[in-house]
């Protein structure tokens, strides 16, 4: 019995050796929305088969809990995302739990296939946007945010579709607020009743 414990001890702390090597630290458990809060309308977010259904009127899932204290400047970001047809969605870094309306804070990474909304998955909303599609709804694919500094670069499926430097941005809007590249935490967006999306795996790494 006590070298069944040793060995199980063993190659737990290999396990964590090698999630530290990695680097990546998931936020989404996979099981439910602990270390996430929700605003406006929480039914939108549930978490079916280990998945997050986002289905509902507009809501945001701001992340929460205990990895780095929920506060982010240089990192890279990590989603794994399907949209369903006409759906709309987003993903925010540097950002700050709001009661009710979009953030106001930090940047949206738009995912949107399909939607009516011109500005496609990858675009960093407003201020350099993408108008090509990469994928199609119906399709688990992966969204790769990194930020250095004031340097944005966004992957969809490892392939490079945006880069932004704030402070090489000349067209930047004198009313753009606090959209800007801080610090802050991450959210997931609900945009509308129609927009069907599902997340199985939200993961960071520290930079």
Request: proline content about 3%; glycine content about 8%.
């Amino acid at each position: 019995m006590k070298k069944n414990i040793i060995f199980l001890f063993l190659f737990f702390c290999s396990i964590v050796g090698f999630a530290q090597e990695d680097g990546w630290i998931p936020l989404f458990n996979g099981r439910n929305l602990d270390g996430w809060r929700i605003s406006e309308n929480p039914t939108s977010f549930k978490v079916e088969d280990g998945i997050i259904k986002v289905d509902g009127p507009r809501a945001h899932a701001f992340y929460a809990g205990d990895v780095n204290k929920a506060d982010f400047k240089d990192f890279e970001l990590l989603v794994e995302v399907k949209t369903m047809p006409k759906a709309n969605s987003g993903i925010f870094f540097h950002t700050t739990y709001q009661e009710s309306g979009w953030p106001n804070k930090g940047y949206e990474v738009q995912v949107n296939q399909s939607h009516s909304d011109w500005r496609k998955s990858g675009s960093l909303y407003s201020f350099n946007d993408v108008r090509e599609t990469y994928v199609e709804d119906g399709e688990w694919y992966t969204t790769h945010i990194i930020v250095k500094g004031d340097h944005v670069v966004v992957k969809i499926n490892g392939q490079t579709v945006m880069e932004y430097v704030e402070s090489k941005d000349i067209n930047r809007p004198d009313n753009a607020g606090e959209k800007k590249i801080e610090r802050g935490t991450f959210a997931i967006q609900a945009h509308d009743p129609e927009s069907v999306i599902y997340f199985r795996s939200i993961k960071v790494k520290v930079l």
